[in-house]
């Protein structure tokens, strides 16, 4: 077919220089964490404000033209990465937190023992002379190929025309912000958890005691249950021992009424007795001591008794 044209659109990598890392010294290290941590207000997730502050930070340690602030942020970044990973490993795995130099330093940056450790640091947006990041570009080749007519021997004709460069920064400081944003809130989640943690351990142990103390107590209501009832039981013999001390000192107050009476019977026998004495003479003595003796022998009896039931 005549004037049969085709287009072909094909992106390259362009390669970008290698980008080095600056390699910084333990001291320079120390002094990067502490001014991170103390310096935290300044990554408030807002648009550019995390480039803004590690540029801060960067120029405050002399390092703007070592490293990037995408640099800096990465590093912050791992070395979080490789302190969580150590201080939290997966169940099974077994780790030695001492194998890392930093260790110590990202746990007092973790619980808050290096704030105020470091000068704090004023973030001005700035475009100043700060080391550019290397970014890899893309370039779109745009292939015009003509088959009407051969160019070489067997071949088609091809154009090769050059769009331009389009430069494609790889993450925007919007993107960064919001991963800051994402990894402050995170953060704060994470101590929020770790607070309700430690709160939970408080109230399991309160729990824990006052489950002993109750089990204490229902022991003593047991035993205060168990001397009730001795002491109910105690009260009811108690009670039917003074039932029956009731009836026999009620059989004692009849006998005694009962003696009264029989000496009430007996002195008016005397009395007769000894009238008729008086009026029959010496005759009869004889007959009336008799009756005399068996009055002195019931009444030393009714004596005897009276005692007894006094004494009972």
Same mark, same amino acid.
Request: glycine share 4%; net charge negative; hydrophobic share 35%.
């Given at each position: 077919?005549?004037?049969? *044209? ?25 002094? #990067? ?12 997730? %807002? ?5 803004? !502050? ?10 703007? *033209?070592?490293? &990037?602030?995408?640099?800096? &942020? /990465? /590093? ?9 990973? =150590? ?8 780790? #030695?937190? @001492?194998?890392?130099? *930093? ?7 973790? @619980? ?5 450790? !470091? ?15 290397? +970014? ?7 292939? #015009? ?5 051969? =160019? ?9 025309? =050059? ?6 920064? @790889? ?6 912000? $919001? ?11 994470? &101590? ?6 430690? @709160? ?6 309160? +729990?824990?005691?006052?489950? %002993?103390? +109750? ?7 047991? !035993?205060?249950?168990?001397?009730? $009832?001795?002491?109910? %039981? ?23 009424? !009962? ?11 005397? $009395? ?7 009026? %029959? ?15 002195? +022998? ?5 004596? =005897? ?8």
């Amino acid at each position: 077919m005549d004037n049969d *044209h085709a287009y072909t659109t094909t992106t390259y990598d362009k390669v970008s220089p290698v980008e080095f890392t600056y390699k910084m010294s333990a001291q320079e290290v120390e002094d #990067f964490v502490k001014l991170r941590v103390s310096n935290n207000y300044l990554f408030s997730g %807002r648009r550019n404000t995390s480039m803004w !502050a590690w540029r801060a930070i960067l120029k405050h340690m002399g390092l703007q *033209h070592k490293m &990037s602030h995408c640099q800096a &942020s /990465k /590093k912050w970044e791992n070395m979080k990465k490789r302190y969580k990973d =150590l201080k939290h490993p997966p169940d099974g795995v077994k780790v #030695f937190p @001492e194998s890392w130099p *930093h260790f110590k330093l990202m746990d007092d940056a973790t @619980e808050g023992r290096l704030e105020g450790n !470091a000068p704090i640091l004023k973030a001005v947006p700035t475009n100043g002379d700060f080391l550019p990041n290397s +970014r890899a570009k893309k370039r779109k080749v745009s292939m #015009f190929i003509n088959s009407a007519g051969p =160019l070489l021997e067997g071949g088609p004709e091809i154009e090769v025309s =050059l769009n331009g460069d389009e430069d494609e920064e @790889e993450g925007s400081e919007e993107m960064v912000g $919001a991963m800051q944003e994402m990894e402050n809130k995170r953060d704060m989640m994470e &101590s929020e958890r770790q607070v309700l943690d430690r @709160e939970k351990q408080v109230m399991e142990r309160e +729990r824990l005691v006052l489950l %002993r103390e +109750r089990a204490v107590l229902d022991r003593e209501v047991a !035993a205060l249950d168990r001397d009730r $009832a001795s002491l109910e %039981r105690e009260r009811a013999t108690i009670e039917r021992e003074k039932a029956v001390l009731q009836r026999e000192r009620a059989a004692l107050e009849r006998d005694r009424d !009962a003696v009264s009476r029989e000496r009430l019977a007996l002195e008016r026998e005397r $009395a007769r007795q000894e009238r008729m004495s008086a009026a %029959r003479g010496g005759a009869e003595e004889a007959t009336e001591e008799n009756h005399v003796d068996v009055t002195d +022998r019931k009444e030393r009896f009714l004596n =005897l008794f009276e005692k007894l039931i006094e004494n009972f």
